[in-house]
């Protein structure tokens, strides 16, 4: 089954017909478990639990991506953004369990730090749920460009470090959520002096305004 990228309008329709939290537990309730009740983790404010674990639900597919991808497909009301509005990001495999990450896409570009990820036993069947997808019912619209954003992005981490900093790679378009409204983003990574340290910046694009800095060591 291959991901499919939904438009702003078809992801806000998606998100509208969000189901009830009795939808979602009936659904869970029907689900295959390891022997006791699943666990369930509700956070405020989210039409789908944040976590479903203690499962042993089967699922078909050639591979691992494809059987995280049927669970999905089958169980749509436990990802809040919907299963159109997931990407395949990555998957990792290891003795007691694999992992399927999903990453959240709006008209195809990321949402940052949304996602979903799937966990399976050595025998296909699913043991955990992790949803952080969000729910979009606004979607703004920003004008700053790639440059203004890589000054922006430059002077965030001037006020950190001293000496000169340097754009590693071009800006890339992005999107963050917050209650619901989705802002548009450029993800800019910064080298620092001897290009030791790299730092991420989230520069809003519609008020050119530095959201985030976060440091990552350059491998």
């Known amino acids: 089954m291959a991901a499919l990228l939904v438009s702003t309008s078809a992801a806000l329709g998606a998100t509208l017909r969000a189901p009830t939290r009795a939808a979602v537990e009936s ?12 666990q369930v983790v509700w956070t405020a404010g989210r039409s789908t639990p944040e976590l479903v ?3 042993r639900e089967p699922t078909q597919g050639a591979d691992l991506r494809a059987r995280a991808q049927d669970f999905v497909s089958r169980h749509p009301e436990l990802v809040a953004a919907g299963p159109g509005a997931l990407e395949f990001a990555w998957e990792q495999r290891s003795a007691r369990r694999d992992t399927v990450r ?24 699913v043991v955990s749920v992790v949803d952080e997808t ?18 922006v992005a430059r002077e965030a981490v001037a006020r950190r470090v001293a000496g ?6 071009q800006p890339t378009r992005a999107w963050v959520v917050a209650d619901a409204v989705a802002r548009p983003v450029w993800s800019v990574r910064v080298a620092a002096p001897q290009g030791l340290q790299v730092y991420r910046v989230v520069v809003d694009a519609e008020t050119g305004r530095a959201l985030s800095v976060r440091d990552r060591v350059r491998r």
């Open 164 to 169: 000169p900093t340097s754009v590693v790679v």
């Open 102 to 125: 999903f990453e959240q896409r709006l008209d195809g570009l990321p949402v940052l730090r949304c996602g979903l990820t799937v966990s399976l036993d050595r025998d296909g069947a």
């Open 134 to 151: 969000v729910r979009v019912l606004e979607v703004r619209r920003g004008a700053v460009a790639a440059g203004d954003a890589e000054v």
């Open 53 to 55: 674990a203690g499962l």
């Open 27 to 38: 659904t869970i309730r029907r689900l295959g478990t390891s022997g006791g009740p699943p």
